[in-house]
């Protein structure tokens, strides 16, 4: 089994010269938060989102749910640092998860220009990519990798 150290010295090598700490696979994120309570996965997904697609199950203490952008109309959420930072403390180590690994990116460098210097972006997200035929759950991400998840 992987150590904690394994798995962050694997994701910084990942993303090597990238504006934040690393990225890690949904598998490592899920190891990473069963070995560590200072480990949290920040949920940067709509509240929409997580209410009609389903959300990760892990338990409460370790899951912050911060919309990257609002839902109706898709705005940057301007309050996204204030909430980080009311929820989060810059010792720990967060893992940004969005549907499919874009929206996280961009989350993990906006929590390391707000002084987190643990911020790790889970490749693949939520759902991952979608599929020939248009479906997502089907290639890569958290749901596929068969971690824990409550549908809506």
């Avoid at 962050?8 to 938060?33: C, H, K, N, S």
């Avoid at 997904?45 to 609002?70: F, M, Y």
């Avoid at 989060?88 to 940004?96: H, N, T």
């Amino acid at each position: 089994m992987k150590t904690t150290k394994d798995i962050l010295d694997a994701a910084r090598a990942r993303t090597a010269g990238q504006p934040y700490a690393g990225a890690v696979t949904p598998d490592e994120a899920f190891m990473l938060l069963q070995a560590a309570p200072n480990v949290k996965l920040v949920d940067v997904r709509t509240n929409a989102e997580r209410d009609w697609v389903g959300r990760v199950a892990v338990p409460q203490g370790q899951h912050l749910a911060i919309e990257w952008a609002t839902w109706p109309g898709g705005q940057p959420n301007p309050a996204f640092g204030a909430q980080l930072e009311q929820l989060a403390a810059r010792d720990e180590i967060l893992l940004f998860l969005c549907r499919s690994g874009v929206r996280s990116r961009h989350s993990a460098r906006v929590a390391t220009e707000l002084g987190y210097e643990h911020a790790y972006d889970i490749l693949e997200g939520f759902e991952g990519d979608k599929d020939g035929e248009g479906h997502r759950k089907t290639v890569g991400g958290w749901c596929k990798a068969g971690l824990p998840w409550v549908g809506a």
